[in-house]
Every structure is written in structure tokens, then in C-alpha cells.
């Protein structure tokens, strides 16, 4: 009994010490929601976000390409807020 316990405590302190990580998704396309509902890199919350995922993109050519005119800025601000 003695040693189910201690398992069954050392598992509680493992799960206790698993850090949760929230992925945030950007939309290219947010930044042309009128007023409030605007949306921009800046508004997303650095002390939520562990990583964010930034969409969209197409191909050309089997390479990346950007969609919106303003997609590399955007993308830039993203990588400013998480290093």
C-alpha cells in the first residue's frame, strides 16, 4: 500500500509540473474586420501564447507564397512579439 501511494504521488507531482502550451492561430484576413473587432499581431496576449500559428499561405512552383500584400509585415510583427 505504502508503495502505491508513493506512485500514485510522484505521478500527481509529474502531472502538477507538465506545463499546458496554448497555441494561438492568427488569420491574415483579421486585419480587415471593421472597428473593434480588428485584429492585428499586437492585439494577441505574449503571456497566453506559447506559439502562434500564423494563416494562410498558398503554393506556387512547390514554394510558399504569401496571399495579402501585407503578409511579410505581419508575419515579421508576429516573430517580434515571441522571439
Known sequence: M???L???GLA???QLGTATKIICY???W???RPGIVCYMPKNVDPR???H???AF???ANSQLKTIEWDDDALYALCQHQWP
Open 2 to 4: 505504502g508503495k502505491l
Open 26 to 28: 492568427f488569420t491574415n
Open 12 to 14: 500527481l507531482l509529474l
Open 30 to 32: 483579421s486585419q480587415y
Open 6 to 8: 508513493t506512485l500514485a
Open 57 to 59: 499561405a498558398s503554393t
Open 48 to 50: 497566453l501564447c506559447m
Open 52 to 54: 502562434i500559428l500564423y
